[in-house]
Nanobody, 114 residues
């Protein structure tokens, strides 16, 4: 399973970015999918995820600002990030899970700075 994330970049506080993650097989094959992030010197944390057949779940720090979505036909998941803050600066990773196996993308850097 291969995942390719893109869409990161440098944005000013209050700006927006949309991350995309393309999976090389049907997203319906997975039990869950989601986005994580890792800031320098910190652990990788959940940003948003969704279980198969469920609704998106968000971390408290991004709730109301970020939106997780997916396009099953394109085998792609998205993370729309609005009202970005400097503390959102991190490498963002996408992940899918099938039973006990997790597969990660390589990550895309998001930097929020004026």
């Amino acid at each position: 399973v291969q995942l390719q994330a893109c869409g990161g970049g440098l944005v000013q506080p209050g700006g927006s970015l949309r991350l995309s993650c393309v999976v090389n097989e049907s997203v319906n094959n997975f039990n869950s999918m989601g986005w994580y992030r890792q800031a320098p010197g910190k652990e990788r944390d959940l940003v948003a995820d969704i279980l198969k057949g469920g609704s998106p779940n968000y971390s408290d720090s991004v709730k109301g600002r970020f939106t997780f979505s997916r396009d099953n036909a394109q085998n792609t998941m998205y993370l729309q990030m609005n009202n970005l803050k400097p503390e959102d600066t991190a490498v963002y990773y996408c992940k899918v899970r099938r039973f006990f196996m997790s597969y990660w993308g390589k990550g895309t850097q998001v930097t929020v700075s004026s």
